[in-house]
């Protein structure tokens, strides 16, 4: 059974940093690329970035170099480190594993299993 659990979030005012933290278990971690998602109320989920079984990562074009996605295999771990934070960067954020190895573009569609989220909140 695949389980994904999600922690590190909470509330931080502008400016800030927090470090989410992933941990994955019930696959072959390191087989498969991962994924950051979000989603603010009553706005539609956004992928926020991915990374390859290579390390190879990607980041959602709005948010301007401020996150850092990373991955430790023999952890079964998968960390999101956010920076300068700012209010927008409040919403729910998900983890989750792709079906591929590779992740060109963060589509929600590649990922089939999800974590239950963790909540993150900016202050102004």
């Known amino acids: 059974q695949v389980q994904v659990e999600e922690s590190g979030g909470g509330s931080v005012q502008t400016g800030g940093s927090l470090r989410l933290s992933c941990l994955v278990s019930g696959l072959p971690f390191s087989a498969h690329a991962l994924g950051w998602f979000r989603q603010a109320p009553g706005k539609e989920r956004e992928g926020v970035s991915c990374?390859?079984?290579?390390?190879?990562?990607f980041l959602g074009d709005s948010l301007e170099g401020r996150f850092t996605i990373s991955r430790d295999n023999a952890k079964n771990t998968l960390y999101l480190q956010m920076n300068s934070m700012k209010p927008e960067d409040t919403a729910m954020y998900y983890c989750?594993?792709?079906?591929?190895?590779?992740?060109?573009?963060?589509?929600?569609?590649?990922?089939?299993?999800w974590g239950r989220g963790t909540q993150v909140t900016v202050s102004s």
């Open positions: 990374i390859n079984v290579d390390g190879k990562a």
């Open positions: 989750a594993a792709s079906q591929y190895a590779y992740c060109g573009a963060i589509l929600a569609a590649d990922y089939n299993y």
